[in-house]
């Protein structure tokens, strides 16, 4: 079944929706909510809202996030992703991480997915993070991963944590343990945290 399609000129007109738009863009303000400034960020970029705007929620989803993980990291304290807040919060590091990696910032995308190898509380997306980091440690480039170890060709869009890639095209131990080299550095340069706890 085909779904209807939205009229959005009839939408940017209609005053329940402006005033229920208004109405998120001043919790995602007064909560700081990353969860809800990317329901507001689904909405603006559906409504084809203006670049500047869209631009701004972008800015503004990364930079609470990382303020969030400092404050994490401090208090050493995980990311629940069961908690909508902190599986949001969570995404948004990892977005960033995946645009470091295909920019081919090296450092920038190693430190962030062994940031989140180290405070995401899930087996499953902990091992992920440790096969993104040492893919990057490798000397994988983003599009040698996306092509030749993760499979992303089995992504439920009802998992609330689709947008990770965690399945690859062989088993995460079987990975880990060809990158066994790599998984003993990041486990190092992870020990600076490890040892403020």
């Keep these: 079944m085909k779904e209807p399609k939205i009229d959005i000129e009839a ?6 929706f402006i005033r229920d738009l208004k109405k998120l863009e001043d919790e995602v303000k007064s909560q700081k909510s990353i969860d809800k400034a990317y329901r507001l960020l689904g909405t603006k970029l559906a409504i084809e809202a203006n670049q500047d705007e869209i631009d701004e929620l972008f800015t503004f989803i990364v930079n609470q996030s990382f303020d969030v993980l400092a404050d994490y990291l401090i208090q050493h304290k995980g990311f629940n992703l069961n908690n909508p807040e902190e599986l949001s919060t969570a995404r948004a590091i990892y977005e960033h991480g995946i645009q470091r990696y295909s920019e081919n910032d090296i450092k920038g995308a190693k430190e962030i997915f062994l940031v989140l190898h180290h405070t995401i509380e899930d087996n499953e997306l902990k091992d992920a993070m440790m096969i993104h980091a040492c893919a990057v440690m490798a000397g994988h ?6 092509d030749n170890l993760a499979d992303t060709s089995s992504i439920d869009e009802n998992d609330p944590t689709a947008f990770f890639i965690k399945e690859f095209k062989q088993p995460k131990d079987i990975i880990l343990t060809m990158f066994k080299k790599y998984v003993k550095l990041g486990k190092r340069d992870l020990e600076v945290l490890e040892k403020k706890s």
């Design 11 to 16: 939408l940017k007109k209609d005053e329940t």
């Design 141 to 146: 480039s983003f599009d040698s991963f996306i």
